[in-house]
């Protein structure tokens, strides 16, 4: 059976035109109730993130105003503000876009602009480059480097959590190097060279049982269970 796209009455695939509209349907074929179903999903879709977007500016809206009249001056709710306004960033990105480069490239810069905007409130202490942009930068680069290495895997398995691993294990050496070169202009590894070592430790060990396996070694047998 197909369904009539002009008038939605549902009629015999044998016939040319909806007989109750008469509708040409040779222009593009009727459509089924599979593809009713997917035009519905995506409606939803599309309303949903309608609905979020407007309670997301209206509690904008509310935060402004409560923030200007009991607090007499805009304080708190700039960086509500913000940070809604981030989320809503994130959300029309994924709604309108599922190529993962666009999406992750969108996450980034939006990430960049909350910590800048949030560094440009607060206007204490200058946080932005000298930690903000280098650890959002590695944490970035990192994952392209990560998603990269697993697209390009042959054998997907222990050895894409080793390649995490690997990642986070340089990422931990990049985040003690900001904060200590932004509080004692000077690098002085402690915390993280131990936890980089435990990490690619980890890494090394997952890397060794997944390309034994891959050879056809059972789990059992190669820790002699």
């Given at each position: ?178 904060i200590d070169l932004y509080k004692n202009s000077i690098i002085s590894l ?36």
């Open positions: 059976m197909a369904i009539c796209r002009f008038c939605g009455v549902e009629y015999d695939d044998s016939l040319i035109t909806c007989p109750l509209c008469n509708g040409d349907e040779k222009r593009s074929g009727p459509i089924s109730p599979a593809d009713i179903l997917d035009i519905s999903k995506g409606e939803n879709k599309r309303q949903l993130w309608e609905l979020t977007m407007v309670l997301l500016f209206s509690a904008m809206i509310i935060a402004l105003a409560i923030d200007g009249v009991f607090g007499k001056k805009m304080l708190w709710s700039l960086y509500a503000n913000v940070s809604l306004l981030y989320v809503a960033s994130i959300l029309t990105v994924t709604h309108f876009s599922k190529n993962y480069w666009i999406v992750s490239s969108s996450l980034f810069i939006s990430t960049l602009a909350l910590l800048f905007a949030l560094n440009m409130l607060t206007m204490i202490h200058n946080w932005f480059l000298p930690i903000a942009l280098p650890i959002t930068s590695a944490l970035y680069f990192f994952s392209l480097i990560v998603v990269f290495l697993a697209s390009k895997s042959k054998y997907k398995g222990l050895n894409l959590i080793a390649i995490m691993f690997f990642a986070l294990a340089v990422f931990v050496l990049v985040v003690e190097s900001s402690q915390w993280s060279v131990a936890a980089a070592a435990s990490l690619s430790l980890l890494a090394f060990i997952l890397v060794y049982i997944h390309y034994r396996l891959k050879r056809g070694r059972k789990l059992e047998s190669l820790f002699h269970v």
